[in-house]
T-cell receptor, first 113, second 115 residues
Framework: GAGVSQTPSNKVTEKGKYVELRCDPI?????LYWYRQSLGQGPEFLIY????????DSGLPNDRFFAVRPEGSVSTLKIQRTERGDSAVYLC???????????FGPGTRLLVL | AQSVTQLDSQVPVFEEAPVELRCNYS??????LFWYVQYPNQGLQLLLK??????LVKGINGFEAEFNKSQTSFHLRKPSVHISDTAEYFC?????????????FGKGTKLSVIP
């Protein structure tokens, strides 16, 4: 079946702009995670959804970052007033339930100029 | 808080030679352990995981890992590597605690297989 998909694959924006990154999880997966991978680092946890609600947003770096999952499927990560330090690959993962294996999407590479 | 250390950032190895990629973790509570692989320009793919039971875990593509609780290690091994194993490998943990299943990753080890 189809895996986790993320759009766009690449996004270039200017400092101060607003961006939205989209994640389509595997159908039927109730748990959804966002991670950020900076150059030369492993992925770092941002936020976790169980269904429609954000069960844990402790990894969001500041209030410029926000994510939603209104219908319990597709999720959007929103970044306001982007900064050059936000440049990274943003990864989405989903799992059938919170304890199950996480399957990762290909990521969105964000470059803030 | 939990953390994962991958001591080797890069590991070159000749084709058909054995390889071991090291992973150590620290955590105040019990953890689940994972190895993921990232091929160039692709997403993360699960190689293997340890949840419970036998401490020797076998994964895809001939890889295996052994959980050593006393040494808090989960080293990845393969007896004979192929060119196609060239990739970046990430060790990760998640807590054995409800509501805390997010993964904490190491910085990764780049495996380069030399013909």
């Amino acid at each position: 079946g189809a895996g986790v998909s993320q759009t766009p694959s690449n996004k270039v924006t200017e400092k101060g702009k607003y961006v939205e990154l989209r994640c389509d999880p595997i159908s039927g997966h109730t748990a959804l995670y966002w991670y950020r991978q900076s150059l030369g680092q492993g992925p770092e946890f941002l936020i976790y959804f169980q269904g429609t609600g954000a069960a844990d947003d402790s990894g969001l770096p500041n209030d410029r970052f926000f994510a939603v999952r209104p219908e319990g499927s597709v999720s959007t990560l929103k970044i306001q007033r982007t900064e050059r330090g936000d440049s990274a690959v943003y990864l989405c993962a989903s799992s059938r339930d919170q304890k199950e294996t996480q399957y990762f999407g290909p990521g969105t590479r964000l470059l803030v100029l | 808080a939990q953390s994962v250390t991958q001591l080797d950032s890069q590991v070159p190895v000749f084709e058909e030679a054995p390889v071991e990629l090291r992973c150590n973790y620290s955590s105040s509570v019990s953890v689940y352990l994972f190895w993921y692989v990232q091929y160039p320009n692709q997403g993360l793919q699960l190689l293997l995981k340890y949840l419970s039971g036998s401490t020797l875990v076998k994964g895809i593509n001939g890889f295996e890992a052994e959980f050593n609780k006393s040494q808090t290690s989960f080293h990845l091994r393969k007896p004979s590597v192929h060119i196609s194993d060239t990739a970046e490998y990430f060790c990760a943990v998640s807590l054995r605690r409800a509501g805390s299943y997010q993964l904490t990753f190491g910085k990764g080890t780049k495996l380069s297989v030399i013909p």
